[in-house]
């Protein structure tokens, strides 16, 4: 893989650049954040691993920018010691992937990177998708929701592409989670800190929630707008 590393802690930063060069990786590195940014939108990297307090611009600012303005659409894993469910919210909203709290094993690190690499370059584009008034093109991943266009992170967008190619199936937990991140995660963090994003989203640029949890069990998405009261 070809990994960009933006961490401001010089020994973390070593540490990584030399476990993963060693493992045969092409690795480059930023201290912060506005040369990371220029790394990040001039060069073509598989993954990135983004630290969140960085000097010049934070990590949130750092990923939102290279998602919203610069279209990067690498895989991005968050090394933070902010381990609360907000601060995973803040990260995941920006467009973070996946998300590892300090300290952390090295080689954890490469094996989320790897899986991170693996799902995106194997992504198989699917059909034109659609339920009611809610759409997303799987060309170009634009979703419009009634009249507004939809912005998510690249989870969410996975989260509700495979709810929009089953409208009204339930989908439990592990169906989710196995179908995003590879695996049943050990928590339900992840997962419904997407989940809380997408619908939060959604609601705002539709009006409505289409997505009904089945307590116990998983979600569904509705095919249909709900009728009006």
Known sequence: MRILIIED??????????????????????????TA??????????????????PGMDGIKLCAKLR???????????????DT??????????????????PFALKEVEARLAALHKRNSGRVTPRALAAGSLTLDPRTLAIR???????????????????????????????LENSVWGDAQETSDSLRSHMHILRRTLIEAG?????????????????????SS
């Not at 990260?91 to 973070?96: I, L, P, Q, R, S």
């Open 37 to 54: 940014l220029h790394l990040a939108t001039s060069q073509a990297f598989d993954t990135i691993v983004l630290d969140l307090g960085l």
């Open 145 to 175: 929701f009634g009249e507004n266009e939809v912005k998510l992170p690249p989870k969410c967008v996975r989260l509700l592409e495979l709810m929009l190619n089953e409208p009204g199936r339930l989908f439990r937990r592990a169906d």
């Open 85 to 102: 469910l907000q601060d995973k919210l803040n990260g995941f909203e920006a467009g973070a992937d996946d998300y590892l709290v300090k």
């Open 68 to 82: 919203g303005d610069a279209h990067v659409d690498a895989p991005v894993l968050m090394l933070t010691a902010r």
């Open 9 to 34: 802690d010089r020994t973390i930063a070593t540490n990584l650049y030399d476990f993963l060069t060693a493992r045969g990786h092409v690795v480059d590195a930023a201290a912060d954040g506005i």
């Open 207 to 227: 009006g409505y929630d289409p997505i009904e949890t089945v307590h116990g069990l998983g979600y569904r998405l509705r095919p249909d707008a709900p009728p």
